[in-house]
């Protein structure tokens, strides 16, 4: 019932407010953009948009339009490419360490599954050091995951500064062990805490050993101890410890992909760009 062509000229308009702004965008002219907008109007039969010398504002069928006219052409714009013969094809077998798969990183495939619908995108959530393991096996073509700072290998997506996390309502005893919430090793975070309070002295001992991320984050939040993570990664409900319980400054991690040279290299490198320019952002 609508042309696509019509209401990508609507959203280009409704977005840029303006006929001149909504003209340039598209690389047509200022009345190809107005004709255009009439024929979406007749074709709803309602004025979508408000016009005056000075502003350009959408009516309520105009906000209501501009809803559908954003899923008819995110629709139209998958099918296209998923008939698309020239489309890339293949498959990732693609790993992550859990908790940078909490971040942005859902956003980010399924952007990448919109675009690549022809791609075969396979995810597996664990830990970083056996994601790595794995990959060297060649069970992977690509994996996402904490490494020590500077490497030479992978792709570093950015770097960023461990710290230590814990519920606000957390007190140690500065002459206690620290209550460490970690890893199994082999974890980056884990022998950061530990080796960190070794090199000053400091005592400490396992409160909660876990698995995954979110139980980490259960048990800090439950006090039941001090865990360690990137800065990043830090919820809002938690807060970094207290200088007052004097611990001692960890250092930086890593975030990087690794990729698997005997893998297909359109669909991963399509992968790692995505994950790369996401991050620049």
């Not at 001149?20 to 109007?41: G, N």
């Not at 798969?101 to 396979?122: G, M, Y």
């Not at 909660?208 to 048990?219: K, Q, S």
């Not at 005997?262 to 991050?279: C, D, K, Q, T, Y």
């Amino acid at each position: 019932m609508f042309d696509p062509v019509l209401l990508r000229t609507f959203v280009a308009l409704a977005e840029t407010r303006s006929f001149t702004r909504a003209a340039a965008q598209l690389q047509i002219s200022q009345p190809t953009v107005s004709q255009q907008i009439r024929r979406l109007e007749a074709a709803a039969r309602r004025a979508l948009v408000a016009r005056d010398s000075r502003t350009v504002e959408l009516t309520d069928n105009g906000e209501a339009m501009l809803g559908f006219a954003r899923e008819i052409l995110a629709a139209h714009d998958a099918a296209a490419a998923y008939f698309d013969t020239s489309a890339m094809r293949g498959r990732v077998r693609f790993g992550s360490a859990d908790d940078l798969a909490l971040t942005e990183l859902p956003q980010i495939l399924r952007e990448f599954r919109r675009v690549h619908p022809q791609i075969d995108l396979s995810l597996t959530v664990g830990q970083s050091a056996a994601l790595v393991k794995r990959l060297q096996a060649g069970q992977f073509d690509l994996v996402y995951v904490k490494q020590e700072p500077g490497l030479p290998t992978g792709h570093l997506v950015r770097r960023d500064r461990h710290i230590w996390v814990s519920h606000e309502d957390t007190r140690v005893d500065l002459d206690a062990p620290v209550p460490l919430i970690a890893y199994p090793a082999p974890s980056h975070s884990r022998a950061a805490a530990i080796q960190t309070l070794e090199s000053v002295g400091r005592n400490w001992r396992i409160t909660c050993n876990v698995r995954d991320v979110n139980g980490a984050l259960a048990a800090v939040r439950a006090g039941i101890g001090i865990a360690v993570l990137p800065q990043a990664m830090v919820p809002a409900d938690l807060v970094p410890a207290s200088p007052t319980l004097g611990l001692p400054q960890l250092g930086e991690i890593d975030f990087t992909l690794l990729t698997n040279p005997r893998s297909a290299g359109g669909p991963v490198e399509a992968l790692v760009a995505a994950i790369i320019r996401r991050a620049a952002k």
